[in-house]
């Protein structure tokens, strides 16, 4: 396995969410929560699911960074609350002030499959910083959950009404876990959340 991957410990096939970071031609930073999977030699994979900015952007540069983030709030800002993030752009792609670790990246390939693109990329330089060990509350998970499904939402809608059902119901049952054993920032993420898609 290749270095950066056995630093961080990442097991073959396994789907890591992190913060993908990359800028348009414009030069602009841009931040997305995706999930990547690592292949052998090092190499990983991305699905971008439609015409996503930052798939736009990675066709344009072909570099982009993997942010490795344990705060469940960063990926609750890059949905909803962009603005509270700031980005290093010394380095040949933008990656995210306070992540744990940084892979840069290069593209190597975007193929169309169906509804979704998979982009498979080569790690050009990585850094770690040294973190405290940090115990499992199931809360983040759950808010996790509750943020990945709610950008599901407007697909589900197209799928009719039993299909939308199921996925709020998803999405509540997560943010009863986030409320029964979050702390407060986390169920104030929840409740936002929940206001934003009209749960509550
Ligand atoms: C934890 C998490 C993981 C996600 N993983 C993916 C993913 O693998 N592919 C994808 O297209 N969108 C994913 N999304 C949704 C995108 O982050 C979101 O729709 C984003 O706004 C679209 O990307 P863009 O900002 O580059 O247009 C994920 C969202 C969350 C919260």
Redesign the pocket.
Same mark, same amino acid.
């Not at 997305?32 to 999930?35: E, S």
């Not at 991305?46 to 439609?50: F, H, K, Q, V």
């Not at 996503?52 to 798939?55: E, F, G, P, Q, S």
């Given at each position: 396995m290749s270095s950066w991957a056995s630093r961080l410990g990442l097991k073959l096939g396994a789907l890591y969410?992190v913060v993908v970071t990359t800028s348009g031609v414009d030069g602009k930073p841009?931040a997305?929560?995706?999930?990547v999977r690592l292949l052998k030699r090092g190499l990983f994979q991305?699905?971008?699911?439609?015409e996503?900015? &930052?798939?736009t952007n990675l066709r344009a540069t072909g570099l982009g960074c993997l942010n490795i983030v344990r705060s469940c709030e960063v990926?609750f800002n890059?949905?909803f609350n962009p603005e509270a993030l700031s980005f290093d752009s010394s380095s040949v792609a933008p990656r995210l002030k306070g992540a744990d670790g940084w892979v840069f990246f290069k593209v190597l390939s975007v193929e169309p499959r169906g509804g979704?693109y998979v982009v498979t990329c080569s790690p050009t330089d990585f850094e770690f910083r040294r973190v405290k060990p940090k115990p499992i509350c199931r809360a983040e998970s759950s808010l996790?959950e509750a943020?990945?499904h709610s &950008?599901r939402l407007d697909l589900y809608r197209s799928m009719g009404d039993e299909k939308l059902n199921e996925l709020y119901k998803l999405i509540e049952h997560h943010i009863g876990i986030v409320e029964r054993t979050g702390w407060p920032e986390l169920k104030s993420m929840a409740r936002r959340l929940a206001s934003h898609i009209g749960l509550s």
């Open positions: 969410e841009h997305a929560a995706m999930g991305m699905r971008s699911y439609g996503t900015r &930052t798939l990926f890059c949905l979704y996790l943020l990945i &950008t």
